[in-house]
């Protein structure tokens, strides 16, 4: 059987267990590619490829929620425009960091062994997190400010 062939089965498999998972599905993927030597341009490729994937499942899996939210923009609804909102106000800080900080990302974060010491210390926090008795503030993400959307943001 083809190497590449092999080295996409794997990481299609890595993709489709961690997609839905509270763990980075791209870290896995630079991980899995570095241990397989898979990490020429062709593999950055692929990879975008196989994630635009698992983003147009999670698009058809809403697409209820996303057409309503979009009908709902064009026709001047207010929780639906808040919603568009909230969504822009937690992208901002990824876009403008990543602007800002592009050389730097691309030299440094997508380093195997950066995105393993992430991947441990991200864990670590989750469990932390997780055994904190702790409440929701918001039942929805309708119920959230743009100063919950913002922290969210720079969470993400």
Known sequence: ???????AFILGIIEGLTEFLPISSTGHLII?????????????????????AAILAICWEYRRKIMDVGAGVMAHDAPSRHFVTLVMI??????????????????Y?????????ALIV???VILMIERRNHRPRFETVED?????????????
């Open 90 to 107: 937690a992208f901002l800080p990824a876009a403008v960091l990543g602007f800002l900080f592009h050389g730097l990302i691309k030299a």
């Open 144 to 156: 959230m400010d743009w100063r919950a959307a913002l922290k969210v943001g720079f969470a993400q």
């Open 1 to 7: 059987m083809d190497p590449l062939l092999i080295k």
């Open 122 to 124: 991200g864990g670590v």
């Open 32 to 52: 899995a590619g570095s241990l397989l030597g898979y990490t020429d341009d062709t593999s950055r490729v692929f990879k975008i490829v196989i994630q635009l």
């Open 109 to 117: 974060l997508f380093n195997p062994l950066t995105v393993a010491a």
